[in-house]
Every structure is written in structure tokens, then in C-alpha cells.
């Protein structure tokens, strides 16, 4: 299983980026797709994430601003990233939970950078 993500870029503060990933390969069911952020110096840390019923999990800290959900293609989720702030600049990682493998699959990471 691969995951290939992609839309990170360079936006000003206050502006909008939307990523996507995909997931290709042997799959069976996904159990939960999320979205994981790491800048320079810190740990990784969950930004949001969705499950098969459409239940989604997202902190306080882009609570109102970032939204999750799967995309219209199979296998793929996205994050609508909204009023984006200098803090938000990190290497967005897409994950997925396939509980037959009982592993997380990860993406390559796309680099999210918002100037002030």
C-alpha cells in the first residue's frame, strides 16, 4: 500500500491550501484516514482525522479552520486548510489505518509554509 499526498505549497497568513492523498494498492478497508503534521524541531502531532462512519477528530489548535474528508475518488482524503497562520508551517503527513494489515500506512509528506 502507498500513499501519495500532494498540495502543500507557500501561502501568506489568512490564505487557503487544500492537500489530498491517495491511497494505491492492496486494500482492503480503511478504518481511519488522518492528517499528522511535524515541524522543524517537534514532534509529529495529529491535525485531523476520519473514520469509516464519518466521524472526525480535530484539536482545538485548527478547530474552525481545517476540515477533513474523503475525497470522491476511493481511498483518498482531504484537508481544507482555512485563515492558515505562520504556526501552521510543517510537513503535513497523510495516515491510514487498515485494520486486516493491523498497520498504519504513511505518505511522503508535503511541506505546508505560511509567511507572515
Known amino acids: 500500500v502507498q500513499l501519495q499526498a500532494s498540495g502543500g505549497g507557500l501561502v501568506q497568513a489568512g490564505g487557503s491550501l487544500r492537500l489530498s492523498c491517495a491511497a494505491s494498492?492492496?486494500?482492503?478497508?480503511?478504518?481511519?484516514m488522518g492528517w499528522y503534521r511535524q515541524a522543524p524541531g517537534k514532534q509529529r502531532e495529529l491535525v485531523a482525522e476520519?473514520?469509516?462512519?464519518?466521524?472526525?477528530n480535530v484539536p482545538n489548535s485548527v478547530k474552525g479552520r481545517f476540515t477533513i474528508s474523503r475525497g470522491d475518488a476511493k481511498n483518498t482524503v482531504d484537508l481544507q486548510m482555512n485563515s492558515l497562520k505562520p504556526e501552521d508551517t510543517a510537513a503535513y503527513y497523510c495516515?491510514?489505518?487498515?485494520?486486516?494489515?493491523?498497520?498504519?500506512?504513511w505518505g511522503q509528506g508535503t511541506l505546508v509554509t505560511v509567511s507572515s
Open positions: 476520519i473514520t469509516n462512519d464519518g466521524w472526525t
Open positions: 494498492g492492496r486494500i482492503t478497508t480503511i478504518n481511519t
Open positions: 495516515q491510514m489505518w487498515i485494520p486486516t494489515d493491523a498497520k498504519d500506512y
